[in-house]
Each structure stands twice: as C-alpha cells, then as structure tokens.
C-alpha cells in the first residue's frame, strides 16, 4: 500500500535554531518526492523536488535530502525564522501511466520568539 | 506565470445549502485535481481531470459532490446539500507534467 509518514507530527523551536522533518515512504513506482510549506488557510506552496537521483535540493534556508535505498527524506529548515510557522508536507508521487500523489499528514512547526 | 486561481476564498453556509467553488488552473495544465483538506490533516483528492475527462473520483461523495471541467479549462465544484462535515479548505491544483501547484484554496465553514 503506497503510504507517506511524517514526523514529528508537531514541532516547537526558538527563532534562530535549526530543525530537521522527517519523511518515510512506500511508495511505488517512485518518481519524485515534494516538499510543501502551508501557510494556515493558505494552499501549499512547493519547496523543493526530487527525484530517484537527486540525493539533496535546497531552497535558501530550506534542504531536502532523499535516501531512496532507505525510502526516507528529510527537511533541514536553518536559522528559523518567525514566518517558518506553518505545516510542512511531504508528497510523493508514483507513475501510474498518470502521476499519483500521495500526501504525508504534514509537521505543524511552530518558531517561537 | 499565473498561479492557480480559485474563488471565493471563504464561504460560510448553513447546512443543507448548495455551494459552488471554481477553479482557473494555470495555463496549458492538462491535469486538474479538487482536494478536500480537513484541519490538520492532509489534503484528499475528490476528483482528478485530464483535460476534460475524468480521471479519478473514486473518493468523491456523488451523493452530494459533483465536479465538472467544461472546455478542459476551468472547473467547478459542487456541494448540494451540505453537511457540517463538510467544513473544510478546498484546493484545487493543476499539474502540466512532473508536480502539482496549488490555488490559496477555499474555506468552508458549514453552520
């Protein structure tokens, strides 16, 4: 059964330290893992993609890495900032003949002052 | 380019309304999906288009929902009645190859 799990579910840190999300899949065939930012009552918003080869992808102060052998990713989010609150979501789409995505339940961060 | 557009941003309604959210995905996307995200949970897909066929509705609630994509441009989502679970954010988002963009979704609050 294709699955994204995510952890931790929720996160709280201090503006300025650094923090890592979580992302496990099965999901097959694999071609290619997403990261999204979402805002609260906003849609999400792409961070970064990778594919099978692609071992790490950054966006400024976001990195995604991609271990496909292990099936895990993981987002390092440094020297947060205030505006890093949001629900971080992990997406891995399968090719089917179509693409399928398949949605992680997200990481609620919350960065603190 | 253009984002993916959706109106109306917010709607509140009383149960056993009809509501109806529409959709302009960005130009030349192909594919067109409708998302229901509950608070604190992920998105679920409704309906998925390719042009202006249907595609996936297998976790559409026909009893109620209903989807269309006229011209394989545009599309509306439909909800009659409503029910309180209903409330939710609905994305739409297109995909014109490798990866989805998302519109800023609608909230619906069902009173």
């Known amino acids: 059964k294709n699955q994204v799990e995510q952890s931790p579910q929720s996160l709280i840190i201090l503006e300025g330290k650094n923090c890592t999300l979580q992302c496990n899949y099965t999901v097959s065939p694999f071609s290619n893992l997403r990261w999204y930012k979402q805002d609260t009552g906003r849609g999400p918003v792409s961070l970064t993609i990778m594919t099978f080869s692609e071992n790490t992808k950054s966006n400024g102060r976001y990195t995604a890495t991609l271990d496909a052998d292990t099936k895990q990713s993981s987002l390092h989010i440094t020297a947060s900032q205030l505006s890093d609150s949001a629900s971080y979501i992990c997406?891995?789409?399968?090719?089917?003949?179509?693409?399928?995505?398949?949605f992680g339940t997200g990481t609620r961060l919350k960065v603190l002052a | 380019e253009a984002g993916v557009a959706q109106s109306p941003r917010y709607k509140i309604i009383e149960k056993r309304q009809s509501v109806a959210f529409w959709c302009n995905p960005i130009s030349g996307h192909a594919t067109l999906y409708w998302y229901q995200q509950i608070l604190g949970q992920g998105p679920k897909l409704l309906i998925q288009?390719?042009?202006?066929?249907?595609?996936?509705d297998s976790q559409l609630p026909k009893d109620r929902f209903s989807a269309e994509r006229l011209k394989g441009v545009d599309s509306t989502l439909k909800i009659q009645p409503a029910k309180l679970e209903d409330s939710a954010v609905y994305l739409c988002?297109?995909?014109?190859?490798?990866?989805?963009?998302f519109g800023p979704g609608t909230r619906l609050t069902v009173l």
């Open positions: 988002a297109s995909s014109g190859g490798v990866g989805q963009f």
């Open positions: 997406v891995v789409s399968a090719d089917v003949g179509t693409y399928k995505y398949i």
């Open positions: 288009f390719q042009n202006n066929g249907v595609v996936d």
